[in-house]
Structure formats: structure tokens, C-alpha cells
């Protein structure tokens, strides 16, 4: 059984159909690129995944149960973890203190616990500043871990961004453009740190994702769209040389094998 499994999902805005019946699935531990022009429903798709959009029509399974209509606060529990293309992170925090909020959604003490200091919730704060300094080493935050994170450059708020996805021990992490406005040194480090994090913590990636070499690199898997719907689904090699996704990125039918 897949770790996620997207089944026949339609997405209808009014009268224009952002996601046509779009079916795919991410087993454990892979890594599957989505990739697409402009306007391909990548990210539509990607909010369905997590829950910030219901679809029209279809389903989104996730470790065999159904979260169709799930609301979004739900997700993270379940094992979904998200970041996003334009960074959600508080600006006035610390790097550390942006990364133990990402801990909220997994703490089981409850309210009064926690005003209460009791020991349960005593002993999972001392867990999350565990796990929030080994993610920092992993991450390379560590010189920056009490400084606000509005004072640090972009590639390493995208770093703090996935850190705090990540200490909510997720099964599925979404990565919404982790490339974005990363020079090309930043991109090599962002493929090792793929790598890594897969490695590591031994999770399935999901990534949405303009930066083609990167995607190619790093992914097990790719799913590209085009216009709502599902044109290519296999290794990186297949989809790379698929006509459909040579059409779609270039406008132009793919030359034939053989030509120079």
C-alpha cells in the first residue's frame, strides 16, 4: 500500500477546472518531483494534499485512512508535514523558537498541563528541545539559533521553514518550491540536504518544484501536469524524454531518437 495515494482528484474554481482527474501515488521513503508550467495546478493540487483545499470530485488517501474534508489543523498529526513558497515563518522569533512551534501539533499534555507544569509536559518541551537541536545541527543553524529570523538571509529562512516542518516527525514532507530564490551553490547543498533528510528520518518527500535539474537529481519519481492533468508519471529518465512534458516546457514536438 502507498504512503499517499491521490485518486482521480478534480478541482473546479467556478467554471474553470484547475485539476482534471489527477491520480498518482508516493510510496515510503520516496522522493516524487511534481513538476509543470505555470498554471499546471501544481500548488492547487499540492493544498488539496494538505489539506487547505477540498476537491470537487476524487480522494486523497494517506497511510490507508481517507482525509478528503479533513480540516487542515488535522494534518500534521496524521503525519504531514508543509512548507510553503512564500515563507510562513514568525519574522520576530528566533530561528529556535520558530522551530519548537512546529512541535505544538505533536504535544499530547493538553492546556492545563502545560499552565500547570506538570511533569508530562515538562518532559515533552524537554523532548522537543532535543529534537530541535539535532534538526538545527542537520540543518546547519546552530550560529543561528536566537537570532530573529528577519535578520537572516532567504536560503537559510527556507532552512528554518523546513526544520520546523520537520520536528513534527512527519511520514510525508510537502516542499512547496524549496528552491526558490536560492542561488546555484544553495541548490547543490538543498540536493544533499534531500538526500539527507530522507536518509535520516526515514520519510517519503514531496516536492513541487520550477527547478527541473533539481527535481531530476534528487527524485525517485516524477509527476508532471499540464492544464489540470496528469501527463507523465515514471522515473526521471521516462518523464524527461516523454513528448507530452517536451511539449508542454517547449511548445515543440520532441526530434526523433536519432536525430542529430
Do not use: W
Amino acid at each position: 500500500m502507498a504512503l499517499l495515494e491521490v485518486r482521480d482528484v478534480i478541482v473546479r474554481f467556478g467554471g474553470v477546472t484547475a485539476v482534471a482527474g489527477v491520480s498518482f501515488a508516493v510510496e515510503e521513503r520516496q522522493i516524487c518531483g511534481l513538476i509543470g508550467p505555470n498554471g499546471a495546478g501544481k500548488t492547487t493540487l499540492f493544498n488539496v494534499i494538505s489539506g487547505i483545499y477540498k476537491p470537487t470530485e476524487g480522494e486523497v488517501r494517506f497511510a490507508g485512512q481517507g482525509t478528503t474534508g479533513l480540516p487542515r489543523h488535522r494534518m500534521a498529526p496524521l503525519g504531514l508535514g508543509r512548507t510553503f513558497q512564500n515563507l510562513a515563518l514568525f519574522r520576530s522569533m528566533t530561528v529556535r523558537e520558530n522551530v519548537l512551534a512546529g512541535a505544538h501539533a505533536q504535544g499530547a499534555a493538553g492546556f492545563l498541563a502545560n499552565a500547570l507544569r506538570l511533569p508530562v509536559a515538562r518532559r515533552e518541551e524537554a523532548a522537543a528541545e532535543d529534537h530541535a537541536r539535532s534538526l538545527l545541527s542537520l540543518l546547519d543553524l546552530e550560529s543561528v539559533a536566537e537570532v530573529p529570523v528577519a535578520a537572516l538571509p532567504f536560503g537559510t529562512q527556507k532552512r528554518v521553514e523546513m526544520a520546523r516542518a520537520l520536528i513534527g516527525r512527519p511520514k510525508l514532507l510537502l516542499l512547496d518550491e524549496p528552491a526558490g530564490g536560492l542561488n546555484h551553490g544553495e541548490v547543490d547543498g538543498l540536493a544533499t540536504l534531500l538526500r539527507d533528510i530522507r536518509r535520516n528520518f526515514e520519510l517519503s518527500i514531496l516536492l513541487v518544484e520550477h527547478h527541473m535539474n533539481l527535481v531530476m537529481r534528487v527524485s525517485d519519481k516524477v509527476v508532471a501536469l499540464d492544464f489540470g492533468k496528469k501527463i507523465a508519471d515514471g522515473t526521471p529518465d521516462e518523464v524527461r524524454a516523454d513528448p507530452e512534458v517536451i511539449r508542454a516546457y517547449l511548445g515543440a514536438e520532441a526530434e526523433p531518437a536519432h536525430a542529430a
